[in-house]
């Protein structure tokens, strides 16, 4: 069986509208090399000037009817199985008011990590091996498989690598 396939069987894969991105519930996490594909250029521009001199992003998190843009620092996004969750700041998109900062995350001391990062970005991405992304979420998936209680623990760091190495799996750095 093909890799996409047994992906696709454990209910992984790319969001199906524009081909790349990961979506849940009614949002949609793309790396920020194809947020203008999803989102309206005129939007994204002026979202992006609102964005603070020191502040860099690599993950763009947008709201299925576009109402919400969150723009996401991962500093380890290309070189992290499991990347972190850093500095966020969200931006409400309003007809009346335009576009407004809603708020500002800063790094959690036990911060949250995402999973299946090659659903960010599309096979031709060369910031990391998108195959060997897509060989680890089949390998731990395939052990995890459908447990609602570990599902909603291992989006936090010290359960991850709590979990990753009760599983003899190897870490979050490829050690």
């Not at 696709?8 to 509208?17: K, N, V």
């Not at 002026?46 to 009817?65: G, I, T």
């Not at 700041?89 to 309003?94: A, E, I, R, S």
């Not at 960010?120 to 609602?148: A, C, E, I, M």
Request: hydrophobic content about 35%; aromatic content about 10%.
């Amino acid at each position: 069986m093909s890799l996409e396939r047994e992906l696709s069987r454990l209910g992984l894969r790319r969001d199906s509208r524009i081909g790349v991105g990961k979506r849940v519930g009614g949002n949609l996490w793309l790396h920020k090399s194809y947020a203008s594909e999803f989102i309206p250029q005129d939007l994204l521009m002026n979202a992006e000037s609102k964005l603070p001199n020191w502040f860099s992003y690599d993950v763009v998190r947008v709201s299925r009817d576009q109402s919400e843009i969150c723009f996401i620092c991962s500093p380890d996004f290309d070189s992290s199985n499991e990347p972190m969750v850093s500095d966020s700041l969200l931006f409400k998109v309003d007809e009346v008011e335009g576009l407004t900062l809603k708020s500002h995350t800063k790094p959690q001391k036990d911060p949250l990590i995402y999973h299946h990062k090659w659903m960010f970005v599309r096979d031709d991405y060369r910031g990391f091996s998108v195959s060997d992304s897509k060989k680890r979420s089949l390998n731990w998936k395939t052990l995890l498989g459908v447990n609602r209680s570990l599902s909603s623990k291992i989006g936090r760091l010290s359960f991850w690598d709590s979990w990753l190495a009760e599983n003899c799996l190897n870490g979050r750095l490829g050690s």
